[in-house]
């Protein structure tokens, strides 16, 4: 997402589906996405990816978890997406599932080092609490109706790309996420205070919003 001053928030619905009541001809349907999911993730993390702080914190777990919910759909999901010195496939389409495009019901191909980037800022955090999702993947139909609504949303963003995630973390101030975010040096981080979430992605570091 390019460095955009202003945002016009997605107003969350609110209905409940968990997402281990999914019906399993869906279940069997994203599992067969675990090769695309995969593609590009390697089995360590890749020598000046990451800010020293963040390859100790991620290098040094044994296992990998994460714990989201998401705010328009309601459901909730906790998964290990590494372990035993490699990602797990199953954990990573599932997660991917839930930071699908809601509108569009699609799953887009997800980074795995945005996993990564979650899980170093949980522990930045110090938090078990999930990330609400405000958004997650969106395909290029969604990006498009939201840029034309929008000029905080980006023509070309990386959320199109699997690449970012705009979230919140209850018990936490907006701006101690960003903090937190800024500090690990990851990617790019975006405030947008008024519409209540932090926006990160896995492209080059700098920040914007407020």
């Not at 999901?77 to 010195?85: E, Q």
């Not at 496939?89 to 839930?98: F, R």
């Not at 969604?142 to 919140?168: F, Q, W, Y």
């Amino acid at each position: 997402m390019q460095p955009l001053p202003r945002a016009t928030p997605d107003h969350p619905t609110a209905t409940r589906q968990e997402s281990e009541g999914m019906e399993p001809g869906r279940r069997s349907f994203l599992r067969r996405l675990g090769g695309l999911t995969l593609a590009g993730a390697a089995g360590a993390i890749a020598p000046g990816l990451f800010s020293p702080e963040a390859q100790a914190a991620i290098s040094s777990a044994p296992k990998r978890s994460l714990a989201f919910k998401s705010l328009h759909t309601g459901e909730t999901l906790k998964a290990t997406y590494w372990s035993n010195g490699r990602y797990d496939p199953h954990a990573l389409v599932d997660i991917a599932h839930i930071l699908r495009d809601w509108r569009a019901d699609e799953v887009g191909n997800m980074d795995p080092a945005l996993y990564d980037l979650l899980f170093a800022l949980r522990r930045k955090l110090g938090t078990d609490q999930p990330f609400n999702i405000i958004s997650g993947y969106r395909c290029p139909k969604t990006n498009a109706m939201l840029a034309s609504k929008s000029d905080g949303v980006a023509k070309k963003s990386m959320h199109m790309e699997g690449k970012a995630i705009d979230i919140a973390v209850p018990g936490r101030k907006l701006t101690a996420v960003r903090n937190a975010a800024l500090e690990l040096k990851l990617g790019g981080v975006g405030l947008y205070s008024k519409s209540g979430f932090v926006h990160v992605d896995t492209g080059r570091v700098r920040q914007w919003g407020s």
